[in-house]
């Protein structure tokens, strides 16, 4: 059966299993545990402030995820934060500190837990698609690569879609799709980290599981030859519209020339 490149090649990845870790320098830190109110009136309160605490918190450069959410019992609220490293949740309780949140709220009950996660490499599960998205939104700066990814799996394009996640958080992505060419190839974008963990190994990680999990295929990549040239990517000869210094291929070669083409979707790009 022919696959979506038109062409007869078994683009089915082995299993990702278990999630593999991902040794970071500077540590993650995670945030869990609850708000407890004492009273319906501090109930009140918190829903008045928390909105703003929020939305402060989020827009943090060091913030990966801060959400909070009231449990079966109103008096009662869940949650979940996670940063950069040390000093970006130094910085948080830094802002804190003069926030309308830490005047107001001295009397709610603090229950929470700090824990120093890894990121975990596994594959991109259905529930993951609005946080991918939000995702490659971040680190694009724009919506082009999210609406691309979208369209990649709409068509049945995601040969290999893979996550970066910690503590329930998606902070990196990596996709593969068919390549027409005159062999098994796949083209390997877009790649994804979150802005404020960039330049930490992370999406080293996520191109190498990418390629190990393809190793008889051609892997071409429009990129900085700087950064790829380092998992042994070259450039390629090879009749494309994006023909030139930056494109690159690894694996199996292909006939010097000869045409290759991406998706479908990545005319819309």
């Not at 500077?26 to 829903?47: E, N």
């Not at 996550?163 to 990596?174: D, K, L, P, S």
């Not at 070259?234 to 292909?254: D, I, K, N, Q, T």
Request: some cysteine; charged content about 20%; glycine content about 8%.
């Amino acid at each position: 059966m022919s696959c979506a490149c038109g062409q007869n090649h078994n683009h089915t990845p082995p299993p990702i299993l278990g999630g593999e870790e991902i040794p970071l320098e500077k540590p993650l830190v995670s945030l869990t545990g609850r708000l407890i109110c004492k009273d319906a009136a501090q109930m009140m309160l918190a829903m008045e402030l928390l909105t703003e605490h929020v939305a402060l918190s989020r827009a943090e450069p060091g913030n990966l995820r801060f959400d909070l959410w009231q449990s079966e019992d109103p008096l009662v609220w869940e949650l979940n934060e996670l940063y950069a490293d040390d000093e970006a949740f130094a910085a948080h309780r830094a802002r804190l500190e003069h926030s309308r949140w830490a005047r107001e709220s001295q009397g709610i009950g603090r229950d929470f837990t700090r824990s120093d996660p890894l990121p975990r490499i596994r594959a991109e599960r259905a529930h993951d698609r609005a946080a991918v998205s939000d995702l490659l939104v971040r680190a694009f700066d724009g919506p082009a690569e999210a609406r691309l990814v979208d369209s990649l799996r709409e068509a049945g394009d995601l040969a290999l879609a893979l996550v970066a996640e910690a503590a329930g958080t998606v902070i990196g992505h990596v996709a593969l799709s068919p390549l027409a060419a005159e062999g098994p190839a796949l083209a390997l974008a877009p790649l994804a980290v979150h802005p404020a963990v960039q330049s930490r190994g992370i999406g080293t990680a996520l191109v190498r599981a990418a390629l190990a999990a393809f190793g008889d295929h051609t892997i071409v990549v429009l990129g900085d030859p700087a950064d790829y040239r380092r998992f042994g990517f070259a450039p390629a000869e090879l009749a494309s519209p994006y023909a030139g210094p930056h494109l690159m291929a690894l694996g199996p070669r292909l006939p010097a020339g000869s045409r290759i083409a991406h998706a479908p979707a990545f005319a819309g790009v």
